[in-house]
């Protein structure tokens, strides 16, 4: 089977529209998709978030809100303090990259149709609190985050019953987040006075 494979002046608008750095990097994990078989779109999509998955500061230092937007056939990721963008062909992709952003820091995600008008929105506030622990989807498993720091887990089983115990131990509250980010449940492990 002949596979594309994607170079930084023949490659789809989606990477082509992303600066330099993270273009490359795209590229460099689609085409590793596209060879191991992967449907062309779903390859872009996994490109493009596992190359932006440690970009940290295009979407602007002082933002105070991440959203997310359909355009005609893609979704937008972008901020209310930066000019860059960043497109995916799959909502789903999209909105793991959007609540990893939010997530890292520790701001909301804000889902708009195309007319700007909110569809969904979720707060992440966990990071710097010194009495709950989360257990949140990561682009490899699952985080185990609290105040005394991260643990990684390939599974949310094993995620969840080291989480269960980590919180009873620091007498923190549990809480447990859906793969997109929001919040599913909260266990209280604190003591309330």
């Given at each position: 089977?002949n596979?594309?494979?994607?170079?930084?002046?023949d490659?789809?608008?989606?990477?082509?529209?992303l600066?330099?750095?993270?273009?490359?990097?795209?590229?460099?994990?689609a085409?590793a998709?596209?060879?191991?078989?992967?449907n062309p779109?779903?390859?872009?999509?996994?490109?493009i978030?596992?190359?932006?998955?440690?970009?940290d500061?295009v979407?602007?230092?002082?933002?105070?809100?991440?959203?997310?937007?359909?355009?005609?056939?893609?979704w937008?990721?972008f901020?209310?303090?930066?000019?860059?963008?960043?497109?995916?062909t799959?909502?789903?992709?999209?909105?793991?990259?959007?609540?990893?952003?939010a997530?890292?820091r520790?701001?909301?995600?804000?889902?708009?149709?195309?007319?700007?008008?909110v569809?969904?929105?979720?707060?992440f506030?966990?990071?710097?609190?010194?009495?709950?622990?989360?257990l949140?989807?990561?682009?490899?498993g699952?985080?185990?985050?609290g105040?005394?720091?991260?643990?990684?887990f390939?599974?949310?089983?094993?995620?969840?019953?080291?989480?269960?115990?980590?919180?009873?131990?620091?007498?923190v509250?549990?809480?447990?987040?859906?793969?997109?980010?929001?919040?599913e449940r909260?266990?209280?492990?604190?003591?309330?006075?």
């Open positions: 089977m596979t594309p494979n994607w170079t930084t002046t490659c789809p608008p989606a990477i082509a529209s600066p330099v750095a993270i273009r490359r990097a795209a590229l460099r994990y085409n998709e596209l060879e191991g078989g992967r779109e779903r390859a872009l999509s996994f490109g978030a596992r190359a932006m998955a440690t970009d500061d979407l602007g230092e002082d933002a105070t809100g991440i959203f997310m937007q359909p355009t005609d056939a893609a937008v990721i901020s209310d303090a930066g000019e860059e963008r960043y497109t995916f799959d909502y789903e992709d999209a909105l793991r990259r959007a609540g990893e952003i997530r890292a520790s701001l909301p995600l804000v889902v708009v149709n195309g007319e700007g008008g569809i969904e929105s979720w707060e506030s966990h990071t710097g609190s010194d009495n709950e622990l989360h949140q989807p990561s682009t490899d699952w985080l185990v985050n105040p005394d720091g991260l643990a990684e390939v599974t949310r089983k094993e995620g969840f019953v080291a989480a269960r115990k980590r919180a009873k131990e620091l007498d509250d549990l809480v447990i987040h859906h793969r997109g980010g929001a919040v909260r266990t209280r492990f604190a003591q309330t006075a």
